[in-house]
């Protein structure tokens, strides 16, 4: 078997180059084995470049038995062979011709979990985006399309489902009695959308007509035993495709769609065309087992992945640095549904939550990248948050310029000019700009500066003439000194010291309280007239762009906008932003005892005793930032600090309001959610009065956790119990969490969340807790969910801890790493970031960090994933 060569080569975007050579068909035979698997190849080729001499065809970790060219054999002079290419002389005058290729492979040693792997005895592959060419040579780029038929062989006991992508077309038991089935998929594709599923699995079916009247089988796959947990996937499924059909007109186009739950998959899932691939996680679910936050991820992986059939499937990316063109345009139409399937508000400031939190310290880092990288080594690295999360802002705000009419318009554009393309982000602008009429030419740098801008606020009330301006001013760290501005749109509106919107009383908004305004200069100033007194404007509302606003603004004014906006993502913000400060002013003093502001309190109580609000914002509205977002804001990170003075502020709000959480606990515990609230949002809002009330410190609320875990039905309850307790040292907390393990371990999703807690726990016996965890019977890190529970948990979600003086923390990470680039580069690499973070730190931890990352460095064997993500965060 042949060995990649480490040369960590760089690649760029402007090297692009159409391919030599096109795929029309492809006929595979995959011959399941226990040694191994032999999988043989007819290619249809055909030349598309006149010039070119030899054809290279990708192939890694592949042992090539024969290949022959036109019926004829080769002979081993007739071609070379290296670690990643198989490359044959093409005579000029060869315009089309066909290749049989044999390779045998071995799935069982397959610990990448990328190409033909096997999962709980259960073969599956995962071929985005370069995994293709680990199950067989060949042209692995998206831009070559071709139509698959796949014939599947096997022992028909341990691999009763064969499953590929397509409409079945033959099944048969052969002489030597395996099984034989084909499977034919007529829409031609890349080779990452390729699918292949063999195993003893059980199904769970049904059906959605389309508006076509079109009747389409839906199959969920799962290990036997989980039937009985795949009815929210199912039913997410089907309001994703009514859902796809209504805001976007787009019908599904095979006869069937099937899902198929693996237990080791190192992502969410994957958009393989008629035969989706998915991390079981987001498909098993019960309320037993699953929490409300679970379900919720559910719904919105089925609809993301069910959503790439157009985005991403029928159009298709040209090249790897067009990830953005499906990734980022399929999250912000996930989100969209989202957003119409629950409370669009609570939506937003989740969708938010997690922007800041992942993509904001990337982009401000060594990693930072334009949502359309220039360069890359290893293209797994760069399944970012800012390919996904500011690709999807990035689309939301072409939807936001253009407005919802016009924007389906340049959707269809789009779809109409492209379908069965493989396009750049360039082509996708055009048909937007096409469609709508808007011009988007400065827009377009939106794809290619990296960092986050930063907006400078500047208001003037002139009184004598009742002008009011507004002055907004661009900055951006990361896009040097020639930084060009970008074009942003400003959604705001006016209120006056009231509270009441003043509608605009002239321009294009003239008599409406809110409207979109265009940022596209470095220095802009907007001007208001009419007014009789200062008023207060609401910028950014719904966090119309990922900026970074930088605004005066005192305890007070922040109290008013969270008590008075109209806009409820503004009013969320304005109660972060006062708490951000609030928090950072008792780190100043060191003083976490230190009385919060009455501003602060009053301002809570008002939410508090609002019962007009939807409780999951209120749940919301009442959660303190987290410590994460906390250190963004501190010019050299101090995690205890934080951790001390946010856990201080939480126990004066508890206790403030001790009263007012009971009653809410009780309220939401016992009487029925409110009509046209789900049940989630009072346990959202129940959940978090809990923690407030542990946060006393009062040994009754121990006690209450203790009762709600005992009394629980459900998973959501269970783990706040747990979670609200995982930071003392105390019998109770020890016995639920002997409880939790004895109840559970045969369910492993559920298990995760009992590696997960304890990893994120912040008491002294933290580090050897975790060090213990990773000798326990059930851990291990061959599986990307089990170790993500434990050492991802613990090294993003876990700054007190991660970054103990000792260095112990960042010791444990490089361990991991270490282990993990041997057997599985991809998730090895996403578990560098932390460490990259180091120039955030005091001069201290920045040598202890600095020091694991020059370890990375020099580990044998060093993979190309690891190696781009260690070299970058050392030396960008
Ligand atoms: N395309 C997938 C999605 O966003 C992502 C994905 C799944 C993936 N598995 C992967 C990307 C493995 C890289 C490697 O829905
Ligand atoms: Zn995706």
Known sequence: MSKSPAAHATIYLKDYKEPDFLIKTVDLTVELGEADTIVTSRLDLARNNAAAKKLSLNGEYLELVSVAMDGRTLEAAEYEVDGKHLTLNIPAKTDGFHLDIKTRIKPQENTALEGLYKSSGNFCTQCEAQGFRRITYYLDRPDVMAVFTTTIIGDATRYPVMLSNGNLTAEKILSDGRKSVTWHDPHPKPAYLFALVAGDLAMVEDSFTTRSGRDIKLRIFVEKGNEDKCGHAMTSLKKSMKWDEEKYGREYDLDIFMIVAVSDFNMGAMENKGLNVFNSKYVLASPETATDADFDGIESVIAHEYFHNWTGNRITCRDWFQLTLKEGLTVFRDQQFSADMNSAAVQRIGDVQRLRAAQFPEDAGPLAHPIQPQSYVEINNFYTATVYEKGAEVIRMIHTLLGEEKFRKGMDLYFERHDGQAVTTEEFVSALEGGSGVDLTQFRRWYVTPGTPEITVNEKFDEKTGTYKLTLQQSNAKAGA??????????????????????????????????????????????????????????????????????????RDLAFFFAKDEDLFNRWDAGQRLANNIILKQIEKQDETAALPEAFMEAFADILADKDLDRAFTAAALTLPGEQDIAQKMPVVDVDAIHKVREGARRQIGLRFEEEWRRLYDECSCAAAPANQPESSSRKLKNTALTYLIATGKEDYVGLADRQYRASDNMTDSVAALSGLKDITHPVREALFADYYDKW?????????????QAMAVRASTIADVKALMDHPAFTLRNPNRMRSLIGAFASGNPVYFHERSGEGYRILSGVIAALNKTNPQIAARLVAPLGQWRRYDAERQGLMTAELEKILKLPDLSDHVYEMANKSLHN
Do not use: C, Y
Request: proline share 7%; no cysteine; charged share 30%.
């Open 745 to 757: 371990q045969k369910d492993a999703l559920v298990i995760d969340k009992w590696f997960m807690l």
């Open 482 to 555: 020639d930084f060009k501005p970008l074009h942003i749109p400003l959604r705001m509106g006016l209120l006056d010291e009231n509270g009441k919107a003043i509608a605009f009383t002239e321009g294009p908004f003239k008599g409406k309280n809110s409207g979109v305004f265009d940022l596209t200069k470095k220095r802009e100033t907007f001007t208001f007239a009419g007014l009789k007194s200062p008023p207060r404007a609401s910028l950014f509302r719904g966090f119309s762009a990922p900026i970074k606003i930088n605004q005066q603004m005192d305890d």
